[in-house]
């Protein structure tokens, strides 16, 4: 057994004052969240951030059987089943039902079956709704939360995610119509990479020359990232090319610092100026046979 962590909860024996609760009473709403979401199977118009953590639910019990005229303990109740692609959270999850009550959001205990609750419980889904409930809350006033716009909330998630007037971040990934020269490059699954895929060299040397280009509507000072694979190459060259200007960043594997619940890392390429009417692009060069490329991050400064 670990023993209590000596430097947490030091006036407190060393133990948590509050116990994990993973799962309890939830609301019944305007719409249940099910397994067929999670599945896909559903489509959702009223979608206010998503979901994608696999349908997890741990053991309910430990129950005695007889098997071939012996007894054994087995673990009872344990799913694990995983989700193919994120799914929307339906914003009627975190309303109860308007004949019930018009002035209640439920951002946690939000109205979810008890396998579709399992996977739409993490904390950055219940960050996303904790956000829409404040600007839900908002919006509603002294009115129904039932009766909100809920488009004018999917627009201000998009246009201003972060409530500061900011520009959002721009991301260029394996769908994007920004990269260009990819007929010679796979989309592959990843075991790490950005998404559930990357793109990987499949060999053609006249193909060697992915791109992508920079958004024109990019304007100003930004950051400019990219992701990746703690098992992906061992170097990997970024050029990037603002007009005339040619500059390279390098990253190197072993010098790449993965923490925390990932197998891959954003690599920030440096602050670049960009103007409009200027364009600019960024390419991947690798010496190695595999060479992949992942997703582009753009933070305006
Ligand atoms: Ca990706």
């Known amino acids: 057994m670990w023993p209590l962590p000596k430097d947490e909860y030091v006036n407190n ?3 948590t004052p509050q116990i994990y609760v993973r799962e309890a009473r939830r609301l019944v709403g305007e719409y249940v969240a099910t397994q067929a979401d999670c ?8 979608g206010i951030g998503y979901a994608a953590y696999g349908m997890d639910s741990h053991n309910c019990q430990r129950i ?3 098997r071939e005229g012996k007894l054994m303990v087995k673990n009872e109740g344990d799913v694990q089943k995983g989700v193919s692609n994120p799914y929307p959270v ?6 109860p039902k308007r004949e019930e009550c018009v002035n209640l959001l439920v951002p946690v205990c939000l109205s979810a079956s008890h396998i579709a609750y399992g996977s739409i419980r993490m904390e950055p889904v219940f960050m996303g709704m904790g956000q829409v409930a404040g600007l839900a809350a908002a919006m509603a006033g002294k009115g129904a939360v039932q009766t909100i716009d809920v488009s004018e909330i999917q627009r201000i998630l998009k246009e201003d995610p972060f409530l500061d ?3 959002p971040e721009t991301l260029i990934d394996e769908d994007s119509d920004f990269i260009v020269g990819k ?8 075991n790490g ?13 006249i193909d060697n020359h992915l791109r992508y280009n920079i958004p024109a509507n990019l304007v100003g000072e930004y950051e400019v990232y990219a992701f990746q694979q703690g098992n ?3 170097e990997t060259v970024f050029e990037i090319t603002i007009g005339d200007d040619v500059k390279t960043v390098s990253c190197d594997r072993a010098s790449l610092i993965v923490e925390g619940q990932t197998r891959g890392e954003w690599v920030s390429l440096g602050t670049h100026t960009l103007s409009k009417g200027i364009g600019g692009q960024i390419r991947f060069i690798s010496e190695e046979p595999d060479l992949h490329a992942d997703a582009v991050l753009f933070v305006k400064k």
């Open 193 to 205: 990479s950005y998404g559930r895929t990357y793109l990987k060299y499949n060999g053609n040397p």
């Open 90 to 95: 339906s914003y009627r999850s975190l309303t």
């Open 64 to 66: 005695v059987v007889e």
């Open 165 to 167: 007037g900011k520009e």
């Open 13 to 15: 024996g060393h133990w």
């Open 232 to 234: 992906g190459c061992k």
């Open 39 to 46: 599945e896909g199977k559903t489509t959702i118009t009223d």
């Open 183 to 190: 007929d010679g490059w796979d989309v592959v699954p990843g």
